[in-house]
């Protein structure tokens, strides 16, 4: 049963650029969640997506995009990066039907380690 | 926004030693989660919490949610070397909520574990 991956696992970019970073969910999971992780923080909420959708999102800039794909697969866009953006990107899945009862519960792939320049 | 304050920010103790850790947050939670990372790694989950008063045991991790649904607290028994990592506390509200099912995070407790 294949878990969460993530790819790349690591990229350096330099201010201005554009970057996609591309998860797959684990086995049996439709919901996607992304996640910023700045050095010796928690993890913070960028967004999620179900259905092909972003039905929920954080408080980070429009610079930050999605997309979601028929298989669940999901890429994260940033857009005019910043130094600030550097940052381990996570990506958590999750189960929809799991959701609807109590046990919803989100796994995380190993991350993305950004670095801005 | 919700936000959890986790504690301690981090310990050192000795191998066999218990541990406790807390995170308390000014908004409810229907849902607590405990992760643990370690470097180079996305957050493992160790025990999920979904009842107000729950108390779970995972081997030798005990987390309970708290009545109030405001805090939660995670115990480690007899601790090794391998428990030594970052232990985040993460909380999700309801579908109903502005916050769906995101997770808020608290800022982690580093623990070192000496042999």
């Known amino acids: 049963d294949a878990g969460v991956t993530q790819s790349p696992t690591h990229l350096i970019k330099t201010r201005g650029q554009q970057v996609t970073l591309r998860c797959s969910p684990k086995s049996g999971h439709d919901t996607v969640s992304w996640y910023q992780q700045a050095l010796g923080q928690g993890p913070q909420f960028i967004f999620q997506?179900?259905?092909?959708?972003?039905?929920q999102r954080g408080n980070f800039p429009d610079r930050f995009s999605g997309h979601q794909f028929p298989n669940y697969s999901s890429e994260l866009n940033v857009n005019a990066l910043l130094l600030g953006d550097s940052a381990l990107y996570l990506c958590a899945s999750s189960r929809e039907e799991a959701y609807r009862g109590p046990t919803d519960t989100q796994y995380f792939g190993p991350g993305t380690r950004l670095t801005v320049l | 926004g919700q936000q959890l304050n986790q504690s301690p920010q981090s310990m050192f103790i000795q191998e066999g030693e218990d541990v406790s850790m807390n995170c308390t947050s000014s908004?409810?939670?229907?849902?607590w989660l405990w992760y643990k990372q370690e470097p180079g790694e996305g957050p493992v989950l160790l025990i999920a919490?979904?009842?107000?008063?729950e108390l779970t045991s995972n081997g030798r991790l005990t987390a309970q949610f708290g009545i109030t649904r405001k805090d939660s607290f995670l115990n480690i028994s007899a601790s090794i070397p391998s428990d030594v990592g970052i232990y985040f506390c993460a909380g999700r509200g309801t579908r109903e909520e502005t916050s769906g099912s995101r997770l808020t995070f608290g800022e982690g407790t580093q623990l070192t574990v000496n042999p």
């Open positions: 919490l979904y009842k107000a008063g």
């Open positions: 908004s409810i939670f229907n849902t």
């Open positions: 997506y179900y259905e092909e959708e972003e039905r």
